[in-house]
């Protein structure tokens, strides 16, 4: 029954599934940006220090020296990665299950380490800035990222 009730809350969260045309812009414009795991996670973290301190690794430290540490590039991997399968699912309506999977998984890590909403929004804000400095945005491509983002942080806001 409790899993029942946590899919129904997942699925009450999606908004509006992307649109097999809108998966592609999303995925096209990622492909031109992905390969960049430190650049972005150095973006995010520059952007946004407090949710850098929420990583015991990183606290104190210093942005620039970490940037080029390993550690650094396997943890902006992981996030990059995550944020790859996300978007390699969108479209697809037969997909959501493995969607609903992955994004339980990383909501439930999150919410024990006591991520607040805000900080995801701020990790959204400053990944679409990033974005839009490296991707030539059209209004419909923005639109199709801002539909597939609400559609995943509802699901992962519905967890928290």
């Not at 949710?51 to 940037?67: C, N, R």
């Amino acid at each position: 029954m409790k899993f029942l009730v946590l899919a129904l809350c997942i699925a009450g969260a999606i908004a509006a599934p992307l649109s097999a045309d809108q998966a592609t812009a999303v995925r096209d414009s990622w492909n031109k940006v992905k390969h960049s795991e430190v650049d972005i996670l150095y973006y995010i973290f520059k952007a946004n220090p407090d949710i850098m301190a929420k990583f015991p690794q990183f606290v104190g430290k210093d942005i620039d020296s970490l940037k080029d540490t390993a550690a650094f590039a396997t943890h902006a991997g992981r996030i990059v990665g995550f944020i790859s399968e996300m978007i390699a699912l969108m479209g697809n309506e037969a997909n959501m299950p493995a969607m609903k999977t992955l994004i339980a998984e990383m909501a439930s890590n999150h919410k024990s380490r006591g991520i607040p909403k805000a900080q995801f929004n701020e990790f959204r804000t400053s990944l679409m800035s990033y974005l839009e400095s490296k991707v030539s945005f059209t209004d419909s491509l923005t639109a199709a990222w801002n539909q597939g983002m609400d559609n995943v942080f509802g699901m992962i806001f519905a967890l928290l």
